[in-house]
């Protein structure tokens, strides 16, 4: 592994002791499998900023806590990693928890690893918890600004959100359908990652009362859980079945979406209209594929702007922030898929 970083800065960013890194770049015993995997992870990220160790400025560390499925969190770190270069107002550093599931528990010990070790802001994606919540006013009574993404964390102190109007997204959902199946009967699958993802509750309830409006004929059948995994994603379609014989379409807020049409086509079920979220490379295909109708998309990079800005603006380091950023929500067909995102490596 490369020296070429002093200790102290790689056990800055991996958030371990200068000893811990040391006995681990040296291959010294008594190293958790854990900690080795975040000295690498830190080296790695530090690798990746060269550029902007080398700029002048005032030096902040952000820490990203996202829960969410692998082809998600790869998003945000791209978008993340694309924006932090071009803040000209500081050098603005970035660490990354990125796991598919979080218990309480385990999201409780982050938070307090952070407040414990410092931080000068942290962008959450998470559930929302009464032990989550309490960990965020902790971070906030600490002196570290808290900002959401995606999905907010109610009744909190965070200092902004960023990410999709989630309400205008479901209220869209519902008026696609209502022009392709204008006089249709019968079920409608909503799905959804978890019930305690505000931003997923958002979506589903505007979805629900825009559709009983537009198109009374369609019922919704919601179908909640899953975390977007493939298996239990699955597991919960195959399960649900019954309740979806003649099924007219699919709203899918929550992903897992190949799981989804693999679980509903081993049922010999095939819905005529498959709305879904997110352009990450598994729905980029499936759209190119056919498989999927329509995909509600947000940009990122935009998000991850608001998310900087909000923290430079708390740092007195940049015009502040309005609290609510509410990125728009494009449709996206095949025909309209955005080029950059088509040459994306």
Do not use: W
Request: with cysteine; aromatic share 4%; proline share 5%.
């Amino acid at each position: 592994m490369t020296h070429r970083f002093p200790i102290k800065e790689i056990a800055r960013q991996a958030g371990l002791g200068p000893a811990t890194v040391d006995r681990v770049l040296n291959k010294r015993a008594n190293v958790s499998p854990q900690s080795r995997a975040r000295v690498e992870r830190a080296v790695a990220e530090l690798e990746g900023q060269e550029a902007l160790l080398s700029a002048r400025g005032r030096r902040l560390f952000f820490d990203f806590v996202i829960e969410a499925p692998t082809r998600f969190s790869r998003e945000v770190k791209r978008a993340a990693d694309g924006v932090a270069p071009h803040l000209g107002s500081a050098v603005c550093r970035s660490r990354f928890i990125l796991q598919e599931v979080m218990t309480d528990a385990e999201t409780v010990t982050i938070l307090r690893r952070i407040r414990t070790r410092g931080s000068d802001g942290v962008c959450l994606k998470l559930r929302d918890t009464p032990k989550i919540r309490d960990e965020v006013n902790q971070l906030h009574k600490a002196g570290i600004p808290v900002v959401t993404l995606v999905t907010d964390l109610a009744g909190t102190a965070r200092i902004a959100y960023a990410g999709l109007n989630n309400a205008g997204a479901g209220r869209t959902a519902a008026y696609l359908l209502s022009l392709t199946l204008p006089d249709a009967t019968g079920p409608v699958l909503a799905t959804c990652s978890s019930e305690l993802f505000l931003g997923e509750q958002a979506r589903e309830a505007a979805f629900v009362s825009a559709l009983a409006e537009r198109c009374p004929h369609l019922h919704v059948v919601s179908v909640a859980g899953g975390r977007g995994q493939d298996f239990e994603t699955a597991k919960l379609i195959t399960a649900a079945a019954d309740d979806l014989s003649g099924l007219r379409a699919v709203y899918s807020m929550g992903g897992g979406n190949r799981s989804i049409l693999r679980a509903l086509a081993d049922s010999g079920i095939k819905p005529e209209v498959f709305i879904a979220h997110d352009l990450d490379r598994d729905n980029v295909r499936l759209i190119q594929e056919g498989a999927l109708s329509f995909v509600m998309h947000h940009d990122l990079t935009v998000d991850l702007r608001h998310v900087f800005g909000a923290f430079l603006g708390h740092h007195g380091l940049a015009t502040p922030t309005p609290e609510h950023h509410a990125s728009d929500v494009q449709v996206i067909t095949p025909d309209n898929l955005p080029q950059q995102i088509l040459t994306e490596p």
